[in-house]
């Protein structure tokens, strides 16, 4: 199995920050990485997928990158409806690992 | 506008049976990969597998592959996921998604509980 390292687990930032989140595959997953955000009591949304295609409807302040191994999702200007947790999941190969997420808070 | 309702879930006894359903609206259900995964009480994220758009294949965590079997009724726009000989561990929300390139549709989620 790819093994989906992410980091940190937890982060707290002021709003209007710029914070980025960590994803590193255990091998090459060749940008088949997608991003995921959950806010509090609701179902997963997707917000990046090849690591660095942003889906429909999301705000550009998200923004994927990377390749190989490693991969980053960057957050520009944060707001406060961001406060969720946000997860990485390769779509290389199966079966499709996820990491193990990283939440989000306003300081 | 795409959906994605799941339902059958509820608190089962180890041991036991239980199978999941997820109609599906909004899109033409025939022509996607279907997936499941489930979340832990502690947020863990698992991907327990998907099937092909004909129903023809089914791919799954080698973990789970041998008491969750996944299912479609294209006629019915539905998913399913049964799921058998149940253990505390099983106990999470369950969710049917959209696969397209990446998860690009979920569900609302369905709890299971498997306690004696």
């Known amino acids: 199995d790819i093994q989906m390292t992410q980091s940190p687990a937890s982060l707290s930032a002021s709003l209007g920050e710029t914070v980025t989140i960590e994803c590193l595959a255990s091998e090459d997953i060749y940008s088949n990485l997608a991003w995921y955000q959950q806010k509090p009591g609701k179902s997963p949304q997707l917000l990046i997928y090849y690591a660095n295609s942003l889906n429909d409807g999301v705000p550009s302040r998200f923004s994927g990158s990377g390749s190989g191994t490693q991969y980053s999702l960057k957050i520009n200007s944060l707001q406060s409806e961001d406060v969720s947790i946000y997860f990485c999941q390769q779509n290389y190969d199966s079966p499709r690992t996820f990491g193990g997420g990283t939440k989000l808070e306003l300081k | 506008e795409v959906q994605l309702v799941e339902s059958g879930g509820g608190l089962v006894k180890p041991g036991a049976s239980l199978k999941l359903s997820c109609v599906a609206s909004g899109f033409t259900f025939s022509d996607y990969w279907m997936s499941w995964v489930r979340q832990t009480p502690g947020k863990t994220m698992e991907w327990i597998g998907d099937i092909k758009y004909d129903g023809s294949y089914t791919n799954y965590a080698p973990s789970l592959k041998n008491r969750f079997t996944i299912s479609r009724d294209n006629a019915k726009s539905t998913l399913y996921l049964q799921m058998s000989n149940v253990r505390s561990e099983d106990t999470a929300t369950y969710y049917c998604?959209?696969?397209?390139?990446?998860?690009?549709?979920w569900g609302q989620g369905v709890m299971v509980t498997v306690s004696s």
């Open positions: 998604t959209r696969y397209y390139s990446a998860l690009d549709y």
